[in-house]
């Protein structure tokens, strides 16, 4: 069982080199075991083509090292200098409208061009031998968080050209794509795979399937580009390699770029987040205005777990107030407490603090760090060393399984951003409800990929899944509940004849589909609504919930159900806690804000209301974090 | 008197041709008597530059004439094919930010470029050629929704070009134009026709006489591009030419191209409209949520009547949820049947039912058909089947005059775009809400362009026609109401000097006008306000109704009133009622929801409420239609 | 002192050469002085290049002149010709999107082209030739209203080269540069200056280092334009040189721009601004519909007072409904002179309203003149004359200095534009907040630029001053209040280590900002609350005021305060109050919309609200004016 650990992030380039030293015991002092370095610093390793400057980075890394820390290592590629911008002008992702997304801040590349992939392979091989065997960098990161700033789908000639080579690949001929996208419509044929096109500015909706067959595309040029990485660092190093996910990114297959990678990390912002990403109400948002969304880190943490394979961290923590949001505000004392202390209790091996101290120049000057710009201590430090503390009670990291699963799916989110239908229904959206839902009944989760092997889940929940893998309900053993708008599509963006969901055993069909604003929402008769998503749905199958007009809204064979409609919060939680009762799992009524993840030895608690709570004899302050042995 | 018949749209190219045989003949029992095929189909015509592949058209002709079906050909215009784009780079569109709206979709071509008309002459003629004379084609329509997706305007080098041209021809020289627009203003005055550019991209906003004149020349880009394909029909078939007009689509004069064609026919989505272009309050988007607004058809098949000089149809008839607004709600039960019945008694002599089975694959595949994917029955299918059965009895089209005319220009609606003023004058908006007005008192309303022969309506109203045609008043028997912002315009856009509305023996002038936001509506001394639009009206006319402050609000000079202002639906009932009861045009009182539309022989009534409503001994279910011989 | 005086615009190219007479006379009779022409006039003076077309412009000179009146004449360079753009087609300014903003309108040209640069060096020599020593002339104004339409800042190659140029200048190195704007953070670091960039179209926000430069850039390149105009004239001229400067235009420094000029003038349009850029609560945007914001007039009047270093008019004055604003509703009777009074009230030496005679065709003809399009009298001329007619009564021009002094700085405005942390924060919006908190106690304000004498104000505040000059505080003889946001960046915008605001002899820091919605309003121990922006305040300096929790939020060293956040209207109020009571400053406690203003001789009260209002003895009508001896 690997140790709980704690870190930061730190620049050296950006400080004078007397103050590393210092910086260094701090780090320690403070009770850190990991420093990540290097992952914007190519202008100072190479800068001028081919001229590199390898003695201030031998240095950091030996002043950190030799204090006692491990050195994660980044590769500078998501901010390549002016120079490699001079020799390959067009390498810039070219935005919907057209425009390049030039030089001037990061990620300013597009994954398709051939030239800037060649650049970094060569930056890359001269990162790795120089210290791929040095026995202070203990990981390495490929880039920073890929598809950051809407960056994964560039709509440039190079991204042109390797779609159409990726068409090429995919259907073999013309007619094949024609007749896989249904070209036929509107007489959108093509007569060879060069007359292929972009989705973006034409008149009206393009082709879901050609702008799904896009957004496919687009990530595997992220896998590809990742793994060009892993590939020479492999060669270089046995240290493990990761790659710092973004929250709410969901541009690209993460699983698919985490097969290629030891860890997976994530960067964890929930004040920041709340404000920019969360699916949230008002209430909600004025109510943890300071200290995020109460399931946000949750999910992520669930969800990358299994994107790690069972290993992950936070790489970077929010410490305090950032500067991105809309507003920035700062956290309830304690909160950079509990959220390391949530991310552990799910089993997080490592959480870095972003950043060490507070920059105070450049674009993100007002992000806070552990340190204020003038050095002294900023608040997220004592807390941090408060954590640091504490591991010595708790050290191992580990988690328990959850008893329930739900199945996240990056295509699906692809497919509903492309054709929504209504424009509430997004992936990613009632996976999170479904999430919360879950949250609120005092549970642990499993978040998983539609292809991991749900056998051990007693609840399996996979909402808007668009297309079932083969087999996929062979693999239930528990009640599942699959819906609204599963296996809707088959893998082409079409709609399935027989009729969706068409599950084995069950007969149901969506005969129907309407979408309605709040307006419309439809009352079912044991309470709460259908929202956003109506299906009407066909079948002999037995029904288990109906509108208050009779009409079936869930229905079953045996232990496997279909759920035609998207819930409110109300008929959710009558929804799950019938299914976790005949599964015999225990669920709780947790009071608002209030939630709990069990370790295999462990209970905790994390408040997330600003105001102290209690619970079956619990007192619990606002921010405030509780263990106990498990129940 | 022509019968009143059914149909449905088509796409025998989209299904497989063992399917056709067995769709005619569930057509036929069904009830239709229409089918519209082939005008998205240019790829599988045409599939090679100069490559016919007649044989697949023949067929599904032959298939569904032999079944007893008429058919309705469309020329394939809206969707050239990705070789005629490869022959023609530039003949997109450009939109208001010069961007190309290319391929991927539909209707991706300029009006004004040559190089795709000369295409379309090619096409059309090959057409033509060969069905001209083919016995079951009993229509031909020209493109499809001229308009749609906002493409009449486009701001590429060709419409420039055709613009100047189009300048030269109106003006003469540039110093008339100079004059014309009142270019002196900033120094905007040109040497040649060569340096007048597009309205688009200026830095502040353009000289709206120039903006009018290149709404103009839109509109008559258009009217050009039908009268190419009207010609070439004309000349190689007896059959009526029709085409499909889209809902509030104003970018283009209506009456114009309808002059060149035998029957206008509209696309009625009452679902997909309340939600993305009908003038209605948050109160009525909620009632009317899965009926649509109660006006909203109703005013445009008084439109299109008028358009097809008494011969119009619905070519496409919303069965079900459509795919392409924000929210797509299903109909309450019944509508699809109400909405049919609401067309024949304003005077339809088909509705055809878009379209015949759902297609699971490309941009629409959500849109309801009158059968599903699966080819089993959607609800619509048995609503239009029961219409069909219906028809027995009430079997001809036609339907009474109004006492009422409102006067649609399309002119006045690019001018007021050009120049609102005050964000809220809309001239569709405007001519909708004293529509709406006129319907809730039970009247029957012809909808009449400008120059139309208005002396047998005993009374006329014109709200925001911005230039009167000479004569206008002259025409006038009855009560007239005109205004606000009645003849406020010249043709070239300037005000007029003597100021407005300059109406023979009517002594009152709009010495100034205010436009405002809902805080600063203007209580009128009998209730209700003005809103969005006040003027101040100077001169000694009749003073009919005035503010609650005394100033004059609604002036006449016998019959002939002048009204200054926007009045709210209290305000607007009040005024209607009075002109009402002066011509003895009897009026009702009807409850919300219920409309009512007389033919010559029967009163038929409507009830859009999604409750039962009573009404003088009535009682008409939710979604309900209830005829009766005419009072 | 100068005499109090009126005036008008007028636009004799506009009318018939036979009209002017009438219409001189009419001015004259009004009451008016002055008469500004010229300005939108180029295309008629230079018809052609080269070919001037003098006579309608000395002829209109005569008139006008011979009638008594004094011109003012404007230069053309705000409209240039079509032929002008057809020699130098890349002298318009591109968008931040890299559109051009072309010919069509006014103001298309960019600040930085050389070409346009000449052209304008040609005009201005050709006409100061001409007039300069005209007797009739009695003043001239550079071009029309710099900045109007977004036009300060250009995204144009010429504006990218002439940056390049800038930065070299003001950088001298690559290296220097780098440094000063922190490029190391993401490997932004330039090799030459040929490198840089404009800000627009990064992947993610620019360096805002970068950003503030660009903005002071195009600051300059006004500042540089407009002297190139004032040399020429002035070599050609005695007469005062003016621009007009327009409301709410911040994104160039008037005051550097006002330093080449002899009078400040400018554009004041009460009930537009109101509508499209004064800060207002929607309650205040309802009560002041028709008379524009109480203290949205009287800010600018302050500022240009200082920006004209005393000598100051409103050289356009809205009559009546402007066309320009999302609704464009009629003053309340007397508004028109209540602003004028307003304006000499505050030390203007004339209000000139705009225009003449209402136009009826082009861009404007919907905004409303003295005159009707018909040459009737609109309301505005009887209120003119009014004003005329009192200006008997108190002739002279002149105001008293205010108690209190506000600081305003534009390169503050740039600053927070760049990097405004929270939303919210905005330059102007916050020092009109606090200006609006003086004007309610009735105090007369002085605006001043950051570097202007202070010392002879008791009281000074100085809200989001980014960068103190240096010896600021030295200079301050009673009590000031900074902040928030006061010295919290070096000049080249970062934050200064040791942390701000670094006041000397006040021992405080800020220790951390956060900035919130309206949800994150910290209330204050003494009422009212913290909104926007929130300080964390450290060190040992006196507190003065503290959150509901004890935190300082104001704090002192003798009379040098500093505020640490956004306080709302109650707790300004009561930090006003105290401030001014320390200083023994009367304050007033004024009803809603009442406002007044002293002159050295007189206090003028001002009523904006729609009813009439009492105030200790003093009964004064809805859009009245009342003066008395000043106590
Ligand atoms: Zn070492
Ligand atoms: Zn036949
Ligand atoms: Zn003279």
Redo the contacts between chains.
């Keep these: 069982m690997p140790a709980r650990t704690l870190g930061t992030c730190y620049y050296p380039?950006?400080w004078p080199e007397e103050t590393w030293d210092e910086d260094a015991r701090r780090m320690v002092e403070a009770g850190l075991t990991w420093v990540r370095i290097g992952e914007?610093?190519?202008?100072?390793i190479e800068?001028?083509p081919g001229q590199f400057d390898w003695g201030w980075l031998d240095r950091a890394i030996e002043t950190l090292g030799d204090a006692g820390l491990k050195v994660v290592l980044g590769t500078?590629t998501a901010?390549?200098?002016?120079?490699v911008v001079?020799k390959h002008p067009d390498m810039f992702?070219l935005d919907a409208?057209?425009?390049?997304?030039?030089?001037?801040?990061?990620?300013?590349y597009c994954f398709s061009h051939e030239g800037y992939l060649e650049e970094c392979r060569r930056i890359v091989t001269e990162v790795a031998n120089r210290y791929g065997r040095n026995p202070h960098i203990r990981a390495w990161q490929t880039d920073n968080e890929y598809g950051?700033?809407d960056?994964v789908v560039s709509y440039s000639d190079a991204a042109r050209r390797a779609f159409q080579d990726w068409c090429a690949q995919r259907y073999q001929s013309p007619d094949a794509l024609n007749r896989a996208?249904?070209?036929?419509?509107?007489?959108?044929?093509?007569?060879t795979f060069g007359?292929i096109?972009l989705?973006n500015?034409?008149?009206?909706?393009?082709?879901?399937?050609?702008a799904l067959a896009f957004r496919r595309f687009c990530s595997d040029q992220v896998v590809r580009f990742n793994r060009v990485q892993v590939e020479i660092l492999r060669a270089r190093t046995d240290a493990p390699i990761l790659h710092n996910y973004m929250g709410r990114e969901v541009a690209f297959d993460h699983f698919a770029v985490g097969a290629d990678l030891d860890i997976a990390t994530w960067d964890s912002y929930p004040i920041g987040f709340l404000e920019d990403r969360t699916p949230a109400t008002e209430a909600e948002?004025?109510r943890f205005?300071?200290q995020g969304h109460p399931d946000m880190q949750a999910f992520h943490h669930d969800l990358y777990r299994a994107v790690g394979r069972g290993r992950w961290w936070i790489i970077e923590q929010q410490p305090?107030?950032v500067?991105?949001a809309?507003?920035?505000?700062?956290p309830l004392p304690g909160m950079a407490r509990l959220w390391a202390w949530e991310a552990f209790a799910h089993g997080a091996e490592a959480v870095c603090y972003f950043r060490w101290r507070?920059?105070?120049?450049?674009?993100?000057?007002?992000h806070?760090g552990l340190l204020?710009?003038?050095s002294?201590p900023?608040?997220g430090l004592e807390e941090c060393a408060q954590v640091a503390g504490e591991l010595a009670e708790a050290p191992e990291a580990g988690t328990a399984r959850g008893d329930v699963a739900l199945v996240f799916d990056y295509a699906s989110a692809w497919a509903w951003d492309v054709?929504p239908?209504?424009?509430e229904f997004d992936h990613f959206t009632i996976c999170f409800a479904f999430y919360s839902g879950l949250r609120r009944l005092g549970l642990n989760v499993d978040i998983l990929p539609a292809d991991a092997d749900l056998s051990g889940h007693a609840l399996v929940l996979a909402p808007g899944l668009a297309t079932l893998p083969q087999g996929f309900c062979d693999g239930l053993t528990g009640t599942a509940i699959l819906g609204p708008r599963t296996n809707a599509k088959t893998t082409?963006?079409?709609?399935?004849?027989?009729?969706p969901p068409a599950l084995p055993g069950l007969d149901t069909?969506v005969?129907?589909?309407?979408?309605?604003?709040a307006?419309?929402a439809v009352p079912l008769a044991q309470g709460g609504t259908l929202q956003h998503w109506i299906e009407?749905l066909d079948g002999d199958a037995e029904v288990i919930e109906t509108t208050a007009d009779g009409a079936p809204t869930l229905v079953a064979a045996g232990k496997l159900h279909y759920l035609g409609g998207w819930p409110d919060a109300e008929a959710l939680d009558r929804i799950l806690r019938r299914a976790c009762a005949a599964e015999g799992i225990e669920t709780l009524d947790l009071p608002d804000g209030l939630r709990l993840r069990d370790t295999d030895t462990h209970r905790f608690w994390f408040n997330y209301a600003p105001e102290p709570v209690r619970f079956a004899g619990r007192e619990i302050p606002a921010a405030g974090v509780l263990w106990e042995d498990r129940p």
């Design positions: 380039e950006h914007f610093a190519w202008s100072r800068p001028q500078p901010t390549p200098p002016a120079w001079d992702a409208q057209g425009r390049p997304r030039g030089f001037g801040s990061r990620r300013h950051c700033h960056t996208w249904g070209n036929v419509f509107w007489s959108m044929e093509y007569d007359q096109g989705p500015l034409t008149v009206t909706e393009p082709n879901p399937a050609h948002r004025a205005l300071r305090g107030p500067n991105w809309a507003h920035n505000p700062a507070q920059l105070p120049f450049a674009q993100e000057q007002h806070a204020r710009p003038d002294a900023a608040p054709q239908q209504g424009v082409e963006m079409a709609i399935p004849v027989p009729l069909a005969a129907r589909v309407e979408t309605v604003p307006s419309g009407t």
